[in-house]
T-cell receptor, first 113, second 116 residues
Framework: AQSVTQPDIHITVSEGASLELRCNYS??????LFWYVQSPGQGLQLLLK??????LVQGIKGFEAEFKRSQSSFNLRKPSVHWSDAAEYFC???????????FGKGTRLHILP | GAGVSQTPSNKVTEKGKYVELRCDPI?????LYWYRQSLGQGPEFLIY????????DSGLPNDRFFAVRPEGSVSTLKIQRTERGDSAVYLC??????????????FGPGTRLTVL
């Protein structure tokens, strides 16, 4: 069955510190992988996506993610977080013959001043 | 440019009532999606339209839920005989073309439905 696991419900980091949000997926074919961010009162915004090619993908707002097929992972990273990064982050998976995205339960990121 | 809009932003109703939630996609987007996000969960797929037709309604939880898109633009999600378990944020998304996730889905801000 297709699924996404985000093992951390909450993550707290200090402003300026590095960040890694974990994501593991289960998918029966070549996956399309996504990271979305959801800020209070705002819609989901796509941070980055992986379809094929280079396994390290760059996104908006200084985020990047690395696809590791052997580990079925697609972790999100940022070298230095800003207070404005506080939000909920969702990892998601789909496929080239899919018309729907399967989302994880999300990780809420808190930033300490 | 204008993004995806959803109305109302909040809807409070009583158990057993009928509700309609509206989605205005980005102009020119042929694909439209509805998702439901319950508290503490990620968005869950409900239905996908390509033009006027529902291409995939496999996520609708039961026959109390129905959605239409009569002119291929605005869509309405309809819930009959609402139950407390229907309380959630209902998200709408649109993309330029469907049938593949290669085209980015743009999400609206959602409608928060509360069933008392």
């Amino acid at each position: 069955a297709q699924s996404v696991t985000q093992p951390d419900i909450h993550i707290t980091v200090s402003e300026g510190a590095s960040l890694e949000l974990r994501c593991n997926y289960s998918y029966g074919a070549t996956p399309y992988l996504f990271w979305y961010v959801q800020s209070p009162g705002q819609g989901l915004q796509l941070l980055l996506k992986y379809f094929s090619g280079d396994t390290l993908v760059q996104g908006i707002k200084g985020f990047e993610a690395e696809f590791k097929r052997s580990q079925s992972s697609f972790n999100l990273r940022k070298p230095s977080v800003h207070w404005s990064d506080a939000a909920e982050y969702f990892c998601a998976v789909g496929g080239d013959r899919d018309d729907k995205i399967i989302f994880g339960k999300g990780t809420r990121l808190h930033i300490l001043p | 440019g204008a993004g995806v809009s959803q109305t109302p932003s909040n809807k409070v109703t009583e158990k057993g009532k009928y509700v309609e939630l509206r989605c205005d996609p980005i102009s020119g987007h042929t694909a439209l999606y509805w998702y439901r996000q319950s508290l503490g969960q990620g968005p869950e797929f409900l239905i996908y339209f390509q033009g006027t037709g529902a291409a995939d309604d496999s996520g609708l939880p039961n026959d109390r839920f129905f959605a239409v898109r009569p002119e291929g633009s605005v869509s309405t999600l309809k819930i009959q005989r609402t139950e407390r378990g229907d309380s959630a944020v209902y998200l709408c998304a649109s993309s330029q073309r469907g049938a593949t996730l290669y085209n980015e889905q743009f999400f609206g801000p959602g409608t928060r439905l509360t069933v008392l």
